[in-house]
Each structure stands twice: as structure tokens, then as C-alpha cells.
């Protein structure tokens, strides 16, 4: 492994002591220096430990101790997360889609709970969105890369966000599609996926026909049967669509 060298700075305040009144003047170390004990690279490693890797507080700072010599306090290592997660954040944009977001939710909730005519939810839902539809505006006209390719994504296709207040049955999150692909989410992170085009496959159209039916409560067991045994005597499959 090549060697990992940690260069350490260390800022002093020189002081000098009046010969006529005796007072002690200090050399004010500046703010800037003063607010981070660590630079932005190692920041940013210590941030990927803990957010990507899931690495403990103690596993990091042994981490930091062991391989860049670099002793670190637990306290500095949780006020490192929250200066990287402020580095982050696209504030303005974000914020003003927060708040209208929460307002959105709002509205959808009590119509959920006291359900009246839809054109009562529609009108609720005019200003919000206004209001969100203004955020990603000025994100995608903003100086951020990102965020003005994301503002233009969700522009794009702005009338379908609404879905949910036209259509029975449609929900504004895509809470039930991630329950959906959790089974399959969990498969791969167990079996570290397939390895072959026929494994792909073969694991994508169970998978795809198991859900299916869950969601239609029929019998799985049922349906892979007469499956094989269409197949085997050359007759079509099963249709996954409900009767």
C-alpha cells in the first residue's frame, strides 16, 4: 500500500508583552482556520466512510488514527457530517420546494382523512403548486449544473406529478413501486446478482410474475405450474393481466 501522509498545520497566535504598561498583546488566529480542524479532502473521506460504507464514529476515527495518523475526536467527526451535508445542499431551490412540498402533503392527507368532491382537493392544490412549479423555475435557471438539470427533468414532465389529483387509486409518492422492488432489491444485494444473460432473465420475469400476482392475489404456486406446463406441451403462457 503506498504510504498515506496527513499534512498537519499547526497555527500560532505570536504574543508580545508592552514594555511601557505591561499589557499582552495575542496574534487573533483567523475565523476561517479557526472553524475547520480538517481539510476538505479528508473531510471528504471521512463523509464517504460514514455515509457510503456505513462505518461506525469509533470505526473512523480508529480508521483515521491507525492509517493517516490523524487523531480525531468523535464530536469532530458528527460536526463533519454536518458541514458536508451543508456543502450538499442546493438551498435556495430546495428549500422553497420543501415548503411547498409540505403544504402539498398537507392538503392531501386531510382530503385523505375527510374525503369530499375532487374538484375541492384540485383547487387546494392550485396554489402549491404554483408555488413549486415557481422553485423549479429559478432552479433551472440557477448557476448550479445539477440542479438546473434536475429543475428541467421535473419541468418536463409536470402536469404528470398531478396525477394523483385526477385519478383514483394513484398516490403522489412512489412508496408502493419501492415496496414492490424491495424483493428484488434484497435478491440482489443476497446473491450479488446474476452472472449470465439467461440468470438475468430467468430472475427478472419470476420476480416480475410473482409481484403481479401478489398484487392480484392469486395463487403463485398455481400460475408457475400451469406456466411450465403450458410451456412443456407448446401452448402460450398465462396471462399475468386480471380476468
Known amino acids: 500500500m503506498p504510504e498515506v501522509l496527513a499534512e498537519i498545520t499547526e497555527h500560532r497566535g505570536h504574543q508580545r508583552t508592552c514594555s511601557c504598561c505591561g499589557k499582552v498583546t495575542r496574534a487573533e488566529i483567523p475565523a476561517d482556520i479557526r472553524a475547520h480542524c480538517t481539510g476538505p479532502k479528508l473531510a471528504g473521506a471521512i463523509s464517504f466512510m460514514s455515509g457510503c460504507l456505513h462505518a461506525s464514529k469509533r470505526a473512523i476515527e480508529e480508521t483515521c488514527d491507525t492509517l493517516f ?10 460536526k463533519l457530517d454536518v458541514d458536508t451535508s451543508a456543502a450538499l445542499e442546493a438551498r435556495k431551490t430546495g428549500h422553497a420546494g420543501l415548503r411547498a412540498v409540505k403544504v402539498i402533503f398537507k392538503v392531501w392527507n386531510e382530503w385523505k382523512d375527510k374525503p369530499t368532491e375532487r374538484s375541492e ?54 412508496n408502493h413501486a419501492e415496496r414492490c422492488l424491495r424483493p428484488a432489491v434484497m435478491w440482489r444485494k443476497r446473491s450479488f446478482g446474476n452472472h449470465s444473460e439467461e440468470g438475468c432473465r430467468f430472475t427478472e420475469r419470476l420476480l416480475t410474475a410473482v ?4 398484487l392480484q392475489k392469486r395463487p403463485v404456486l398455481a400460475y408457475l405450474e400451469s406456466a ?16
Open 228 to 243: 411450465i406446463r403450458n410451456h412443456r406441451a407448446g401452448k402460450p403462457t398465462p396471462s399475468l393481466l386480471a380476468a
Open 69 to 78: 495518523n490523524v487523531p480525531l475526536s468523535l464530536g469532530t467527526l458528527s
Open 211 to 214: 409481484q403481479t400476482l401478489r
Open 121 to 174: 382537493l384540485q383547487a387546494q392544490l392550485i396554489e402549491p403548486a404554483m408555488a413549486l412549479c415557481r422553485a423549479l423555475e429559478r432552479g433551472r435557471d440557477g448557476p448550479d449544473k445539477k440542479v438546473r438539470r434536475f429543475c428541467k427533468r421535473l419541468l418536463k414532465d409536470y402536469g404528470a406529478l398531478w396525477t394523483f389529483a385526477d385519478v383514483e387509486g394513484v398516490e403522489p409518492t412512489n
